[in-house]
């Protein structure tokens, strides 16, 4: 089992961090207690995963909804686990989330899975088939094949609520750049850049330098056979299980899975049409991808459309790595300064969308910039809390801000894995068939990078239909 940490990118500060969520929290307060009047009974949680990089703030965002309630606390550091403790004093406690869920299991309805990609599908699969409520961070999975895994736990268990960790739709931009696609108002679809920001080689804070180091022991206090999970038993490394696991390639999905749920998002809100991707090609000079995630990556990937939403019969998305964005004339913009490094770019045949993260939101026209947010038309859009729509709908509370359960969060997380790993084929065309989960035409591909060979006794559960 693995759990110590997991996203947000190394773009943002700390500090800003916690401001941004200071101010999802204010909304709350302001909003009227329904709770008294509907239930009395709180939504019990198990957190798994409680310190980490993202860990902690899903913890006690949850635990500010006045009908949730952190009552078990699982992670591999006794250090973080001792931590949370103080924050939640009767709250359970232990390592193995196996052991969360076979001797505590009555205790909790729901579970916050906050840890290292590699072990999601383990946990949410395990969750999901005790009956458990789930909120996921992202990327939801780290294998291809786990994409299909976890989607039929889904559809096997349609009651229970699902939620995966895409925050940045609380900010008004995003909401409205849904609306405006929707709308049809800048014409059909053309294409989608996606500017990534850094890379999976940055170093620093969330991701390694890509320098393997020599055998280290783990941390103190730190179970590394449970950190492990699934993946194949090998030495620990510098740099590699507390948060920089993000780079290595059979625990994380570098810069471009880590961020492309927040970044596709509004595309799979705005089109049902955009389901499985047909095809991807990813360019990049890394070679060997034995341990890390390759760098400077550039990927296109081809979705079958059909309908008047789109001009043409497939919908190209365009990947941009490691501080790489598209050509301003190429996508047909005025000269100018991108707003951020990182970027969803819509280009549509009567106007561009240019999105920020968090905003701001351009509209691009014959070379001019107008502020997305006086769109004509547009509501006032209400603040909301991310985290307290999964409660709210759990408890049974009818809600409109449960934006991104996991059959949205699956499709925004399937682009991302194919084009880390399409990388390791750096330049050939890869025809992907998601029913199947095959490369039709590269049988090698199909071997090596879609699936894994699970630990003994840390496989995800698997419902057929």
Same mark, same amino acid.
């Given at each position: 089992?693995?759990?110590?940490?997991?996203?947000?990118?190394?773009?943002?500060?700390?500090?800003?961090?916690?401001?941004?969520?200071?101010?999802?929290?204010?909304?709350?307060?302001?909003?009227?207690?329904?709770?008294?009047?509907?239930?009395?009974?709180?939504?019990?949680?198990?957190?798994?995963?409680?310190?980490?990089?993202?860990?902690?703030?899903?913890?006690?965002?949850?635990?500010?909804?006045?009908?949730?309630?952190?009552?078990?606390?699982?992670?591999?550091?006794?250090?973080?686990?001792?931590?949370?403790?103080?924050?939640?004093?009767?709250?359970?406690?232990?390592?193995?989330?196996?052991?969360?869920?076979?001797?505590?299991?009555?205790?909790?309805?729901?579970?916050?899975?906050?840890?290292?990609?590699?072990?999601?599908?383990?946990?949410?699969?395990?969750?999901?088939?005790?009956?458990?409520?789930?909120?996921?961070?992202?990327?939801?999975?780290?294998?291809?094949?786990?994409?299909?895994?976890?989607?039929?736990?889904?559809?096997?268990?349609?009651?229970?609520?699902?939620?995966?960790?895409?925050?940045?739709?609380?900010?008004?931009?995003?909401?409205?750049?849904?609306?405006?696609?929707?709308?049809?108002?800048?014409?059909?679809?053309?294409?989608?850049?996606?500017?990534?920001?850094?890379?999976?080689?940055?170093?620093?804070?969330?991701?390694?330098?890509?320098?393997?180091?020599?055998?280290?022991?783990?941390?103190?206090?730190?179970?590394?056979?449970?950190?492990?999970?699934?993946?194949?038993?090998?030495?620990?490394?510098?740099?590699?299980?507390?948060?920089?696991?993000?780079?290595?390639?059979?625990?994380?999905?570098?810069?471009?899975?880590?961020?492309?749920?927040?970044?596709?998002?509004?595309?799979?809100?705005?089109?049902?049409?955009?389901?499985?991707?047909?095809?991807?090609?990813?360019?990049?000079?890394?070679?060997?991808?034995?341990?890390?995630?390759?760098?400077?990556?550039?990927?296109?990937?081809?979705?079958?459309?059909?309908?008047?939403?789109? $001009?043409?019969? &497939?919908?190209?998305?365009?990947? #941009?790595?490691? %501080?790489?964005? *598209?050509? !301003?004339?190429?996508?047909?913009?005025?000269?100018?300064?991108?707003?951020?490094?990182?970027?969803?770019?819509?280009?549509?045949?009567?106007?561009?969308?240019?999105?920020?993260?968090?905003?701001?939101?351009?509209?691009?026209?014959?070379?001019?910039?107008?502020?997305?947010?006086?769109?004509?038309?547009?509501?006032?859009?209400?603040?909301?809390?991310?985290?307290?729509?999964?409660?709210?709908?759990?408890?049974?509370?009818?809600?409109?801000?449960?934006?991104?359960?996991?059959?949205?969060?699956?499709?925004?997380?399937?682009?991302?894995?194919?084009?880390?790993?399409?990388?390791?084929?750096?330049?050939?065309?890869?025809?992907?068939?998601?029913?199947?989960?095959?490369?039709?035409?590269?049988?090698? $591909?199909?071997? &090596?990078?879609?699936?894994?060979? #699970?630990?003994? %006794?840390?496989? *995800?559960? !698997?419902?057929?239909?």
């Amino acid at each position: 089992m693995t759990i110590t940490t997991t996203t947000k990118s190394s773009s943002i500060s700390r500090r800003e961090f916690i401001e941004y969520l200071t101010a999802a929290s204010a909304a709350v307060v302001a909003a009227p207690r329904w709770a008294s009047a509907l239930t009395d009974t709180k939504l019990r949680v198990l957190s798994i995963g409680v310190i980490g990089t993202i860990g902690g703030a899903d913890r006690q965002q949850i635990a500010a909804h006045p009908l949730a309630e952190i009552v078990g606390l699982c992670d591999v550091d006794s250090n973080s686990l001792a931590q949370a403790a103080k924050d939640h004093p009767g709250a359970f406690t232990c390592a193995d989330y196996r052991e969360a869920f076979d001797k505590h299991g009555d205790k909790f309805d729901a579970v916050i899975v906050a840890t290292p990609d590699h072990s999601h599908c383990s946990i949410m699969t395990l969750a999901l088939s005790r009956g458990k409520h789930v909120y996921g961070q992202k990327p939801l999975v780290q294998q291809l094949e786990e994409l299909q895994t976890l989607e039929q736990a889904v559809r096997a268990r349609p009651n229970l609520v699902t939620q995966t960790g895409a925050q940045r739709i609380q900010h008004p931009p995003r909401r409205a750049a849904v609306d405006i696609l929707k709308s049809g108002g800048l014409g059909r679809v053309i294409e989608v850049h996606i500017a990534f920001g850094g890379g999976a080689l940055a170093g620093g804070h969330y991701f390694a330098d890509g320098k393997l180091g020599d055998p280290v022991e783990p941390p103190a206090g730190f179970d590394y056979n449970l950190w492990l999970n699934g993946a194949a038993e090998e030495p620990c490394r510098p740099n590699m299980v507390q948060r920089q696991w993000r780079s290595w390639w059979k625990y994380g999905g570098g810069q471009i899975a880590d961020w492309v749920v927040h970044l596709t998002d509004v595309m799979f809100y705005a089109f049902p049409e955009l389901q499985s991707p047909m095809r991807i090609c990813s360019r990049t000079p890394s070679r060997d991808l034995s341990y890390f995630h390759a760098d400077h990556v550039l990927s296109t990937l081809t979705y079958p459309v059909s309908g008047d939403k789109f $001009a043409n019969s &497939t919908c190209e998305f365009y990947f #941009y790595d490691t %501080g790489m964005k *598209p050509d !301003r004339a190429q996508i047909g913009l005025g000269a100018g300064e991108w707003p951020s490094g990182i970027l969803t770019i819509v280009v549509c045949e009567g106007g561009t969308l240019v999105l920020a993260p968090e905003g701001p939101l351009e509209i691009w026209r014959e070379g001019k910039m107008t502020d997305g947010m006086q769109w004509p038309g547009l509501p006032a859009y209400e603040p909301f809390n991310h985290w307290h729509a999964w409660v709210d709908k759990a408890v049974g509370k009818d809600t409109p801000h449960l934006w991104t359960p996991f059959s949205i969060g699956l499709r925004c997380t399937e682009p991302g894995l194919l084009a880390v790993k399409a990388a390791k084929y750096p330049g050939q065309v890869l025809d992907w068939d998601r029913k199947t989960l095959t490369f039709t035409n590269h049988a090698e $591909a199909t071997k &090596t990078i879609v699936r894994r060979e #699970y630990r003994k %006794g840390f496989e *995800p559960i !698997r419902f057929n239909q």
